[in-house]
Every structure is written in C-alpha cells, then in structure tokens.
C-alpha cells in the first residue's frame, strides 16, 4: 500500500508508468542512495535508477537533499558549474525512463532491475 500513496503518473508514448523518489542508506554508512522507482502500470517489474552520494556531500557526483542529484563542474575559468536535476520534476522522470529504455529496460518483463542514475546523466 506505500507504493500506491506516493505514486506519481508518467505517459510515454502511450504507455503508462508510475514512479516515485525515495532516499536510503547504503549498506556503507557513509553512503546514500536517492532512488528512482519506476514500473510500468499493470506490472509487477520495476526499475530502479539509484544515485549513489557520499553523506558528507565530497566528490563530484552528490545528493545534497532528497530528489536533487547534482554533479560538481568547474567551466574552463576554473570557476564552479554544477549540474543539477531534480528527480521530482516529471521531466527529467521522463528523460530517464527513456534513456533505460534504450539502455536496454524491457518494462513488460517482471523482473526488478537495478541501473546507476549517474551513468544514465551520461
């Protein structure tokens, strides 16, 4: 029944998908994973995008609060330009749900399957 509360709608190309954002700790305590939970509607499979960060927001790929992944840039000054997306927005949902699809996620097959958000952001 948790699925079903937090359950957003996403249509691509006809098709329904249903999506949520949820946060976990890594089974190392000094990383977190911000997770986007996507099936397809009237499935059983589901994919995870899973945005791994350190807790103490060091590196270059972090999670500084939930729904928000940001990569730490400089420009050619050396000055900073981060890249940021926010996984509650349905379009950067829709982007990549259509990246996994063609990385190869068959959302008709009921199998959990399990992706690195930081490789799909390319």
Do not use: C
Request: no cysteine.
């Amino acid at each position: 029944m948790a699925w079903q509360r937090r359950l957003r709608r996403l249509v691509l190309d006809s098709v329904v998908f249903l999506w949520y954002v949820e946060a976990r700790y890594d089974t190392n305590p000094d990383y977190r994973l911000e997770m986007l939970r996507v099936r397809r509607e009237g499935t059983r499979g589901r994919l995870d995008i899973v945005f791994r960060s350190p807790r103490n927001f060091r590196g270059d790929r972090v999670v500084p609060h939930s729904g928000r992944v940001v990569v730490r840039r400089t420009d050619v000054a050396g000055k900073p330009a981060d890249v940021a997306w926010n996984l509650f927005e349905p379009g950067v949902v829709r982007a990549l749900v259509e990246v996994a699809l063609e990385r190869g996620w068959q959302p008709h097959v009921p199998a959990d399957i399990r992706m690195d958000g930081w490789d799909l952001l390319g």
